[in-house]
């Protein structure tokens, strides 16, 4: 699959999603002018992806300093398609800065829900 | 003129503590420009960073309402509302204030929903908002119907309402977040 790369503006994250890698980023802030069309791309991708059944480990490193209500309901979305997989190879890595307790909290919110993948929360080195 | 009177104008913006007010057709440049300045004027106030980014975090929220959900709205390519916006700072607290016209025949429902969720405490929103979160939304509702949920969360007192009446199809729509 090709490389899914955006880069990121004022209110925009950095995609960079990788199927040779199976490492994919996504970092920086989030509250685009059109929450659904910005996004609709990625979830495409991310769901022909996982179609792949690649059968080792993925990593999502979700590095992002602030994101609007509307795309955190996509966080949502993105972490149910994870979930649909049942694959605990798949591993979310939420990374915020040590001092934003804020983005901390919204890691363990999201968290509290995960049940069928690995979702972890690290400072950022 | 204005003009000549835009100094008492700005003086009396200046004597209730606004930092910025913006008044006319929102659009997202406006959001991603002002957001960014809003939040190198707070570094430089001295602002704590959580302060910081919860002000900031309202500030987008109310805005994109504005955008999405005003009834005044320029007849253009870009998506805009007309609205108003006013970010301040009174007694060493900020508060974001938010205003546009909406058909009267919405003014019952959203009332009901700001009257329940201004008696939750920080718990009972974090559970709604998690509830409302999973819920997928209305066909008329551009964002994802949390904005509201999301100020109060931030906010460190309850979120301030006001409906007035502007004529039978409309009516004004203004809400205060204070941090």
Known sequence: MQRLEIEKTKSSPQIDFNAQTHTHLIRGESYPENTTQFYTPILEWITMYLREGYEGEINFNIELIYFNSSSSKVLLDLFDILEETNNNKIIVNWIHDEEDEAMEEYGEEFQEDIEHITFVIKTKE | ?179
Do not use: W
């Open chain 2, 1 to 179: 003129m204005l003009n000549q009177s835009l100094y008492s104008y700005k003086d009396a913006l200046d004597r209730e503590g606004i930092i910025f007010t913006f008044c006319g057709p929102i659009s997202h440049d406006i959001v991603e420009g002002v957001g960014v300045t809003l939040k190198s004027q707070m570094q430089e106030d001295d602002v704590s960073r959580t302060t910081a980014m919860k002000v900031f975090a309202i500030f987008i929220e109310q805005v994109q309402n504005v955008i999405n959900y005003s009834q005044e709205r320029n007849d253009t390519s870009v998506d805009m509302g007309m609205g108003i916006i006013v970010v301040g700072k009174h007694d060493n607290k900020h508060f974001i204030v938010g205003g546009n016209k909406i058909h009267t025949s919405k003014v019952a429902e959203l009332e009901k929903n700001l009257k329940d969720l201004v008696k939750m405490d920080k718990n009972e929103l974090k559970i709604f908002y998690k509830e409302k979160r999973k819920v997928n939304n209305n066909a008329d509702s551009k964002g994802a119907g949390i904005g509201f949920i999301e100020m109060a969360r931030k906010a460190t007192q309850p979120l301030e309402y006001s409906f007035e009446k502007i004529d039978d199809a409309y009516s004004f729509f203004s809400i205060e977040a204070n941090i």
